[in-house]
């Protein structure tokens, strides 16, 4: 059986990073977001590697697009891995926080994984093998103030992550997730845009004295370090590394 993942939200980012990591070890790749040149970045990535690769800009807030989706990936690769990557953030104080806001992070972040899930979950069984890697964060497992929606979502993740390593566990479909501290990425150049707001502070105090001030390790962690995570996550060895939590934090949660 050829090796093909589903990466949501690779046309940026973390994803994106998985996303060459993935093509570099012969996986066939959908690509999936919302970025404009999704269509190019899938098609230069698969010529580099020499993968095949497919793009879709499915929108995560609807569910019966999420399940056409998943049903594409099988048409175009066969195979389906599914690693739930795509999520926004939105930072501010809970009283002003914008219902509409508190919303989307919640649809995006959490319920297009259950709804993912729940479509490849058949083909999996099906197979007798899968892999799910869900991209949580430490704010999975930690809380920071302003970010309500996330932080929620983000937990709800983990959980998520636990109930589908048992409901797994006799068809050899693992699900794990993966819990970063900062990365370098869109998602967060925004962020420090939104905090120095927020708290009224400059973008390098941001970074020095909010972002960065709970990691032991003073860096952002490398993209590299989670896509080869996710590499080894989604190995077909990797069968009783199921149901937990990677904290790629620089030591946040060890405190
Ligand atoms: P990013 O903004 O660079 O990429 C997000 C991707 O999600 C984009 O491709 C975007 O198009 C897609 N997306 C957003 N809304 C969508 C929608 N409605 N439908 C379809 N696609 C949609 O972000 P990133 O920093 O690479 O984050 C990726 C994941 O990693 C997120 O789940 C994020 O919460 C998590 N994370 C990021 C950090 C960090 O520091 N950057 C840390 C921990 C966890």
Redesign the pocket.
């Known amino acids: 059986m050829s090796k093909s993942v589903l990466i949501?939200?690779?046309?940026?980012?973390?994803?994106?990073?998985i996303a060459e990591v993935f093509a570099k070890n012969g996986y066939q790749i959908m690509f999936?977001?919302?970025?404009v040149n999704?269509a190019e970045i899938a098609s230069n990535i698969g010529k580099k590697y020499k993968v095949n690769t497919a793009y879709s800009?499915?929108?995560?807030?609807d569910s019966t697009a999420i399940t056409q989706l998943i049903e594409e990936t099988r048409r175009q690769l066969g195979s389906i891995d599914l690693i739930?990557?795509?999520?926004?953030?939105y930072v501010s104080p809970i009283e002003d926080f914008p219902n509409e806001m508190y919303e989307?992070i919640i649809?995006?972040?959490m319920n297009?994984v259950f709804y993912a899930c729940k479509a490849a979950w058949k083909h999996m069984k099906k197979q007798k093998f899968g892999r799910i890697i869900n991209?949580?964060?430490?704010?999975g497992i930690r809380a920071s103030e302003f970010k309500s929606a996330?932080v929620t979502a983000?937990h709800g993740v983990v959980g998520m992550t636990k109930v589908m390593a048992l409901e797994g566990a006799p068809y050899n479909i693992t699900c794990n997730a993966i819990?970063?501290?900062?990365?370098?990425?869109?998602?967060?150049e925004?962020?420090i845009k939104d905090q120095a707001k927020a708290h009224q502070l400059s973008e390098d105090e941001v970074i020095e004295k909010i972002m960065l001030k709970k990691q032991a390790v003073k860096e952002?962690?490398p993209m590299e370090t989670i896509a080869e995570t996710a590499l080894l996550l989604a190995a077909a060895h990797a069968t009783t590394i199921t149901g937990t939590t990677f904290t790629l934090d620089g030591g946040w949660s060890a405190q």
């Open positions: 949501t939200g690779s046309t940026s980012g973390i994803g994106l990073g999936h977001g919302l970025e999704g800009n499915a929108n995560l807030l739930n990557n795509a999520g926004i953030q989307k649809a995006i972040n297009a991209i949580s964060s430490v704010h996330y983000k819990c970063p501290g900062y990365v370098k990425t869109p998602l967060v925004n962020q952002f962690i």
